[in-house]
């Protein structure tokens, strides 16, 4: 039967189509693209580019801080599904030569610079013994054009392309399937053209620290003797030392022009460029011109809001994949975002506390939050703290009469 629907979509004109083909981008990962800039840029080339490497860097390690487990629902509550092999394999060492930290690290850094990230789920007797990292320039995924499900054609140096049904690939993408590198490679081009051309002003002297005025025309030998004196005392590593000036010429210095003050403004510009790219704030890349100790903490709390959290959710839903339709309705995978507000949680344990004590939230409702159980009496809401002794269901009790003696 499965032989003749394949024929009725090979007559239909049906069949399947290639999400990209591996082989064309394989010839861009060490030479890139071409920018107007002038500069090749592709993501080993991207990274020498100190803003695109802070940017990877942070969003990459933040994701791997956070502790990203599997739970059981059982009721109301969750409990960690300790017992599940898939449990050890995200928060331990998905296999047994990586940690979950590299493993996370280097998943997010494929999704940044080719838009996707691969593990292979190796499977004995259908449960998952470990993950292991397949290098996104080695896949292909293809589409059947009726159903809509993806298979994975993976090719290796040694030996046949295989290829993988999506129950046995790990696959974490982008927001649009698209590599950020690739997509903002003219901003990170034209950042790059910048700083090599003020390595080449300080490294050759390019720009003119001043001018020589001669009071008379001088000759071609005098001319050629100054130029290599002055070449060999003000350039390279001898910049900055003195010169000595024949036939009464004088050193007239120039100051720092508007035109260097744009160029600096430019370079600062593309900092930001690249970290609207990566979803990371100025601050986090270093870039202070305009920070506060106040808009710091917001532009933090913000990058973990609208970056980080996203991020947490694409690949929960990415990991829920692996799971049997049966086990998605008991366990699901989830990032502890405690991590990301440990810096705040005065705060959060004061919501939480005026929360519960108020008439709003019952401590296990408190508890639901970071996935912790019920308790003996949690289930009933609390007075607040300035009504200690008074009960939900008590009337306060009357105020005394005054009574004057007869």
Known sequence: ???????????????????????????????????????????????????????KRIRCETLATLSLKLYRRNGDASEEAIDHPLYSLLHDRPNGWTSATEFITALENDVIDHGHGYAFANRVNGKIIELIRLDPTSVAVTFDLITMEP???????????????????LHISSWNKRSAVRDCAEAIGLAIALE?????????????????????????????RLKKSWRNDQSGESAGGTAILEDGA?????????????????????????????????????????????????????FLSFTMLGRCKLWEGAISRLLTEEEQKTYYPEFLTDTLVRADLAARFEAFAKACGGPWMVPDEVRAIDNLGPIDGGATLRPPANAVGVTPDSKPAPKPSLQVAA
């Open 1 to 55: 039967m499965a032989h003749l629907f394949d024929r009725l979509k090979h007559i239909l004109g049906f069949g399947q189509k290639s999400l990209y083909d591996p082989a064309s981008w394989q010839a861009l990962i060490d030479f890139g693209a071409q920018t107007a800039a002038g500069i090749l840029v592709s993501p080993r080339l991207a990274d020498r580019c100190p803003a695109v490497h802070a940017g």
């Open 151 to 169: 298979t994975y054609r993976v090719t290796v140096s040694a030996g046949p392309a295989r290829e993988y049904s999506w129950r046995d690939i």
């Open 196 to 224: 090599r051309h003020a390595s080449r002003i300080l490294g050759n002297g390019a720009r003119p620290s001043g001018v020589i005025k001669a009071k008379s025309k001088l000759t071609d030998v005098a001319y050629a």
């Open 250 to 302: 004088e050193f007239e210095a120039l100051t720092f022009s508007s035109v260097d003050l744009q160029f600096q403004e430019m370079r600062n510009f593309q900092i930001l460029e690249i970290g609207r790219a990566l979803g990371i704030p100025p601050t986090l890349l270093f870039e202070l011109g305009r920070a506060t100790w106040a808009n710091a903490e917001e532009m933090g709390q913000a």
